[in-house]
């Protein structure tokens, strides 16, 4: 073996530190070629093949599924893993035609060129060999130089001298050969390394394309328009029982005002029947005892009286009885004209009520339809918008979409406020009037008692006086019955009273249970309204995490553009430094040898030119 290498050194004429830096560079461009060339040329038959499958699915139509995707075309381990992260993203909605998949991310966000290009192929060190090459061929070349130069012998004699010349030149020659072969090497790996790289840079491109164009994007304006939705079916829902809340409060208050206009008209009544049939049997009860010993004492003096006695006593009796019968109707009259103002006035306060009941709800339905109205329109509005800058102002969108919601929810809500807050002031003064009523009755009492305290007082006056006649004795006790009857209708009238009371019970619970369902609708408001929150809060936290996804991605990508310039930067100065040191280094040394070249001859020269002489 060592023969034979030194029987081929001799052969090839080249020195073994030249021959070692050619086998050097064979043996790179040997490793070149099968761990990076070959693999190169196989991932672009991968991603050919890749891209042609995908290009007749996208021609063939349909809903593409990714598991099948993935199963059929994503297979091959560079493309797998990546794939079954980005088929993660993938976001299925229900359509007529069955499944439809859309994209929440870009393609070009799992499928790399890193990851499918750089790694594999070891592209970072690959695009330095270039660079290693050149400096073996300046290895090469100062190696050459300084191995001639160190053979070089500087003697009197001619033949060493040419000797030693020839051999420093074709070491030198040598050596320039070497770098050349060097140089020439390292621009052809750049070629074709740029080459392959580029190419597969290229099909990397293609293949997000492909994978984008498989799936439709826009599932925020799919949101958009599903929230729109629910907001106008909310707005249809609220109009509705706006509308159903009003017939209810009109229907009711109608019916509840008409049954108590003719429940005040019977107690009306009864009170003045009652009043009149009480009054009378609380006169005829206490005047029937006088009136016996009246006609007693009358019996024992009718033969001792005489004729004109008797007509002046009938004609104080008929003044008295007058005078009494006056008395009683104006006092009844006066009441019976008090209860009908009393009714009056409580019947125009129930309408004003009802009045105040109907416009109310008329105002609350009218806020809601215009509430509403102004949300779906302002909703509609914004979803344009957001089908025209979906990726520049999505989060601004969503801001102002939530803004205007809350603002309309709290508008809704104070004015569901305002008309509970005017029922529970109608209830309050159908309360007063109540309290009012009430009090007249009991003022009416009062004041039917000291009528039957004032009759009683004359009745016992009417017995002192007529206490000798028995002639009028049957007039008295018609005039008895007659009051009689009036106390009775007395009586009922206050049992009327309690009655009409009992039903304005009723009404003031049935307006307290109408202004609990009116809370309970307020209520109901601001729920939808939190929903509506909600939803636009879960939407602007996927925005907002989108951004800062985006954002990291910025900040990651312009690390790495920092990184790799500074990393370039340093490479090119570190390459001009050696090869200016390198350059200026052989310069200093050819010069050297070039003055004892110069010298050699010269000496060279005076040698022969002595011989000679």
């Not at 020839?166 to 320039?176: D, M, P, S, T």
């Not at 009723?506 to 929903?531: D, H, I, M, N």
Request: aromatic letters at 4%; hydrophobic letters at 45%; one cysteine or more.
């Amino acid at each position: 073996m060592p023969s034979s290498l030194t029987s081929l050194l001799a052969a090839t004429d080249i020195p073994g530190h030249m021959l070692v830096i050619a086998l050097l560079l064979a043996a790179i461009c040997t490793g070149f070629i099968f761990r990076f060339v070959l693999p190169a040329l196989g991932l672009g038959r991968l991603f050919r093949r890749t891209i042609g499958q995908l290009e007749q699915l996208r021609e063939s139509g349909g809903n593409p599924d990714p598991q099948q995707i993935g199963r059929d075309i994503m297979g091959a381990p560079p493309l797998a893993h990546l794939w079954r992260e980005y088929a993660q993203t993938l976001h299925p909605t229900r359509t007529e035609a069955g499944p439809r998949w859309r994209a929440t991310a870009l393609a070009e966000s799992f499928l790399t060129e890193q990851a499918l290009v750089d790694t594999p192929l070891r592209a970072e060190f690959y695009k330095h060999l270039p660079g290693i090459l050149t400096g073996i061929g300046i290895l090469g070349t100062f190696s050459g130089l300084i191995v001639g130069l160190t053979h070089f012998e500087v003697s009197a004699s001619a033949d060493v001298v040419r000797g030693s010349l020839r051999e420093l030149i074709q070491g030198v020659g040598h050596a320039f050969k070497i770098s050349a072969i060097a140089i020439g090497l390292a621009m052809l790996l750049t070629w074709v390394e740029k080459s392959l790289v580029v190419a597969r840079y290229r099909q990397v491109e293609r293949l997000n394309q492909l994978i984008d164009s498989l799936f439709d994007t826009g599932i925020g304006e799919e949101y958009l328009a599903r929230l729109v939705g629910a907001s106008e079916g909310a707005a249809q829902q609220a109009a509705q029982q706006a509308a159903q809340l009003r017939q209810a409060l009109v229907a009711e208050m109608r019916q509840a005002m008409a049954s108590l206009l003719e429940q005040q008209q019977q107690a009306g009544q009864r009170q003045l029947e009652n009043m009149t049939a009480g009054l009378a049997g609380a006169v005829g009860d206490s005047i029937r005892a006088p009136l016996e010993r009246l006609t007693q004492t009358l019996e024992r003096m009718e033969a001792q009286q005489g004729k004109a006695v008797a007509g002046g006593i009938s004609q104080a009796l008929d003044g008295l009885l007058g005078n009494v019968g006056q008395q009683i109707g104006e006092q009844l009259g006066r009441q019976e004209r008090e209860a009908e103002q009393r009714q009056e006035r409580l019947l125009q306060s129930l309408e004003a009520t009802g009045q105040r009941f109907e416009a109310s709800s008329q105002r609350l339905e009218k806020a809601i339809q215009e509430s509403m109205a102004q949300l779906a329109g302002q909703l509609a509005q914004q979803v344009a918008g957001v089908s025209e800058a979906i990726g520049g102002g999505q989060q601004a969108q969503q801001e102002r979409l939530t803004e205007q919601t809350d603002k309309l929810m709290g508008k809704v809500a104070g004015h569901l406020q305002g008309v509970t807050t005017e029922l529970k002031n109608a209830a309050a003064t159908l309360e007063g009037c109540v309290a009012s009523f009430n009090r007249a009755g009991s003022q009416a009492m009062g004041q039917l008692s000291a009528g039957a305290e004032a009759v009683q007082l004359a009745c016992g006056d009417f017995a002192a006086a007529g206490r000798s006649f028995d002639h009028t004795a049957q007039t008295v006790a018609e005039a008895g019955r007659a009051i009689q009857s009036a106390a009775g209708s007395l009586a009922a009238a206050s049992a009327g009273n309690g009655e009409l009371l009992e039903q304005q019970h009723k009404v003031g619970a049935s307006l307290r249970e109408l202004l609990q369902e009116v809370q309970g609708t307020v209520a109901l408001a601001q729920r939808e309204a939190a929903l509506n929150s909600e939803v636009v809060g879960r939407l602007e936290s996927a925005a907002q995490s989108l951004a800062r996804a985006e954002q990291r991605a910025d900040v990651y990508l312009q690390g790495v553009s920092e990184v790799l310039a500074k990393a370039h930067g340093a490479f090119a100065d570190n390459v001009e430094r050696s090869l200016k040191a390198g350059n200026a280094q052989f310069q200093r040394e050819l010069a050297e040898a070039v003055g004892y070249l110069k010298d050699a001859i010269e000496h060279l020269g005076d040698v022969l030119a002595d011989g000679k002489g």
